[in-house]
């Protein structure tokens, strides 16, 4: 049983612009969701994707999107890249099912510069 | 709006104490509550999931409680080794059809020898 993983580990960037991170889920889930973790903060809910359709998403702006994949990986897209947008970057995978656990992978780290 | 807070922010201690750590949450309106370890620059391993109608679950050196309607979650770590050193972070899941967790910033925790 394979777990989270994503690509790239790290990435440097600079203002303006654009980044697709990618996350391949856990053998048997069907449901991505991602995070965002700032220095010192815990993970904030960006979107969800479940059936390759978003249905669930957090406070951040639409220059925040993504994709899921008929083999349930998945990318998120941040468009206008600016300096609060450095943070790891945490993808999470599930059946599905409200009693069941979140698998993590180990994240990317962005710097924005 | 749900707010999740951990105390202490930060604990230092020597091998073998027993700790306890600290997660608090305003909604007491939860489906489950979960408990992760994260290492430095890493991801989120889950370390113990609390189903809203439980009071308790153990794995080994580690027993967490729910208590639900005073919106408080306990992490007790038994006989403390230095490879417990990481950040404790505490989740709780709001919504039946997302996997939106909201996280505490988390209990920054040092056993030393």
């Known amino acids: 049983e394979t777990g989270v993983t994503q690509s790239p580990t790290h990435l440097i960037k600079t203002r303006g612009q654009q980044v697709t991170l990618r996350c391949s889920s856990q053998?048997?889930?069907?449901?991505v969701s991602w995070y965002q973790q700032a220095l010192g903060q815990g993970p904030q809910f960006i979107f969800q994707?479940?059936?390759?359709?978003?249905?669930g998403r957090g406070n951040f702006p639409p220059r925040f999107s993504g994709l899921q994949f008929p083999n349930y990986s998945s990318e998120l897209n941040v468009n206008a890249l600016e300096l609060d947008d450095s943070a790891l970057y945490l993808c999470?995978?599930?059946?599905?099912?409200?009693?069941?656990?979140?698998?993590f992978g180990s994240g990317t780290q962005l710097s924005v510069l | 709006k749900q707010e999740v807070t951990q105390i202490p922010a930060a604990l230092s201690v020597p091998e073998g104490e027993n700790l306890v750590l600290n997660c608090s949450f305003t909604?007491?309106?939860?489906?489950?509550l979960q408990w992760f370890r994260q290492d430095p620059g890493k991801g989120l391993t889950s370390l113990l999931l609390?189903?809203?109608?439980?009071r308790e679950q153990t794995s080994g050196r580690l027993n967490a409680s729910l208590d639900k309607s005073s919106g408080r979650s306990t992490l007790y770590i038994a006989a403390s080794q230095p490879g417990d050193s990481a950040t404790y972070l505490c989740?709780?899941?709001?919504?039946?059809?997302?996997?939106?967790?909201?996280f505490g910033t988390g209990t920054r925790l040092q056993v030393f020898p």
């Open positions: 053998s048997g889930h069907n449901t």
């Open positions: 994707y479940y059936r390759e359709e978003e249905n």
């Open positions: 909604d007491s309106a939860i489906y489950n």
């Open positions: 989740a709780v899941r709001p919504d039946y059809n997302t996997d939106k967790l909201i």
């Open positions: 999470a995978s599930s059946t599905g099912q409200v009693a069941e656990k979140l698998f």
């Open positions: 609390i189903q809203s109608s439980q």
